[in-house]
């Protein structure tokens, strides 16, 4: 073996000293002398530099266009909340400590107490020592982008909610009063906001479908109140999902540095268009790790006309409740294990699909001829078809091959309440099978075997006794595991009596429900 390695050494050697002794009969056959050549290899290393500063200047140059030009349409966005200054200019904190609505950033480097020092602050004009005050601080940071001249403004929903009051800051440093906000979406965090100015440089929507893999990307926004950061990275993977970041996860990721305070800025395409807002970013830290995600610009442009147009944002419904086709079902199914689609595991008796036809345990393999393999996919493509147009599922039954035709309906929290349960079974309740994901967002332990509440309707008879979280684990003494189970025992009387398993801990329920 030894002898092998030291063979070719030999041989590369042996070449090396051919070619030296063929740049020696060279010089020696053209009369150039050593220095001549090296001056020649010196001045074509010139010549390919030059070529590749060339190059990198021109991408440079994209980077220097980009923020130029889309500069002027981001803006910072500053959440304020209204806080009890106490009595006589003081906090009001009793025993000390920061004051209410300082941004996380200082919280955590000051730490909860800061040592129990109190924070006193001078008394407001027209106020008196000893009256109660209140006083506007900063609650948060964050970032938008202005979409049209008259004043619209997309952002994160979670930028805005909970604030008493929101400022914007134009990249002229004019500093405007948020007029109104138009409408929020929580299951998307996405937001619309609107302030009162005109001439304004609106930003333009690229496709977040042409998006592939590696191409480069730019992103502006606040990061840590650093107005106007330009960052710049790759696209590092599309149709992120499962995240638990929003209910209709379908990100962009990206490496380009986001950070707290980017949240609702733009992510940008090198021909200046935005292809995703920045919401989200993974780390261990609380801030740049090289993963960040973005809301593609597709689904911005949907959720942000619906809230201008209806100041809320209209899905479709189909009324499934669906689950994973992986390999545990193939295998329990006897199903090919190249078979791709998603799983039914529950119809509502009166909903859109429960009227085209569609049962328990069809497998739906594609949508309109486009072909589905995950739940939050097939989730993703219903909510985003508007109520009332007919689309063809492509589904699977007993092995064959079915197309029926569904017509969508509107999506509202009752009907995705009422999802959870059977027919006059489980009102106003929706209940999904314990998974990986569901433990982890709701603290459960993830091997144990039970129904999770996902949804809970107000005027649901559920609602006094559970919460969002819950694991029902037994109905009547009789151990659950799907939503199937709960029917069963359900069938059993009005009486129910549940085993409840949560973060907490355990405990047990009664109720009667009248028929």
Not at 87 to 116: A, V
Not at 217 to 243: C, E, H, K, Y
Not at 260 to 276: A, C, D, K, T, Y
């Amino acid at each position: 073996m030894h002898r092998g390695k030291l063979g070719s050494l030999l041989a590369v050697g042996g070449c090396l000293l051919l070619s030296g002794g063929a740049i020696a009969m060279w010089n020696g056959a053209s009369g150039f002398t050593a220095s001549e050549v090296y001056t020649k290899q010196t001045a074509d290393a010139e010549a390919a530099r030059g070529k590749l500063v060339a190059r990198a200047e021109e991408l440079s140059g994209a980077f220097r266009a980009v923020a130029k030009v889309l500069k002027p349409s981001v803006v910072s966005i500053t959440a304020t909340k209204r806080v009890n200054m106490g009595r006589g200019g003081g906090m009001g904190l009793g025993g000390g400590g920061l004051p209410p609505g300082l941004p996380e950033e200082f919280r955590r480097f000051f730490g909860d107490d800061f040592g129990g020092q109190d924070f006193e602050t001078p008394v407001p004009r027209g106020g008196r020592r000893g009256e109660v005050q209140e006083q506007e601080v900063p609650a948060g940071l964050g970032s938008g982008v202005i979409i049209s001249e008259d004043g619209y403004i997309v952002t994160n929903n979670h930028v805005v909610a909970q604030a008493d009051g929101l400022k914007v800051t134009l990249s002229d440093g004019r500093e405007l009063d948020v007029e109104k906000v138009v409408g929020t979406d929580e299951k998307s965090d996405l937001a619309v906001l609107k302030v009162n100015a005109s001439g304004l440089v609106a930003a333009k929507f690229g496709d977040s479908e042409a998006l592939e893999v590696g191409d480069w990307v730019v992103a502006i926004g606040s990061p840590f109140g650093l107005a106007q950061t330009v960052t710049q990275g790759i696209v590092s993977a599309t149709n992120r999902a499962d995240m638990q970041i929003t209910q209709y996860d379908d990100f962009i990721q990206t490496d380009a540095a986001i950070n707290p305070g980017n949240s609702g800025g733009p992510l940008l395409n090198l021909q200046g268009e935005v292809i995703g807002i920045n919401t989200a970013i993974a780390s261990r830290s609380g801030s740049y790790n090289g993963i960040g995600f973005a809301i593609p610009s597709n689904t911005t442009r949907r959720v942000v006309e619906s809230l201008i147009r209806n100041g809320r944002m209209i899905r479709g419904f189909v009324g499934l409740q669906l689950a994973p086709l992986d390999r545990e079902r193939l295998e329990k199914e006897n199903l090919s294990s190249d078979l791709r689609g998603v799983w039914i595991e529950e119809v509502s008796p009166d909903g859109p699909s429960a009227k085209a036809g569609l049962r328990a345990g069809d497998i739906v393999t594609a949508v309109d001829s486009k072909a589905v393999d995950s739940v939050p996919g097939l989730r993703n493509i219903i909510a985003s078809t508007p109520p009332g147009t007919s689309v063809e599922f492509r589904i699977q039954r007993d092995s064959k091959a079915m197309e029926v035709q569904i017509k969508i309906d509107e999506q509202t929290d009752e009907k995705l309440a009422a999802m959870g349960g059977p027919a006059g079974g489980l009102p106003g309740i929706q209940l999904e099978p314990n998974s990986p994901e569901l433990a982890a967002e709701y603290g459960l332990p993830e091997s144990a075997s039970g129904v999770v509440v996902t949804g809970l309707a107000s005027n649901s008879p559920f609602a006094s006794l559970l919460s969002l979280g819950d694991m029902i684990v037994s109905v009547n003494g009789t151990k659950v595991s799907s939503v199937n189970d709960v029917a069963a025992t359900l069938r059993q009387g009005r009486s129910l009596k549940l085993e409840i398993v949560n973060e907490q801990g355990n405990r047990k329920v009664e109720l009667r429900i009248g028929r």
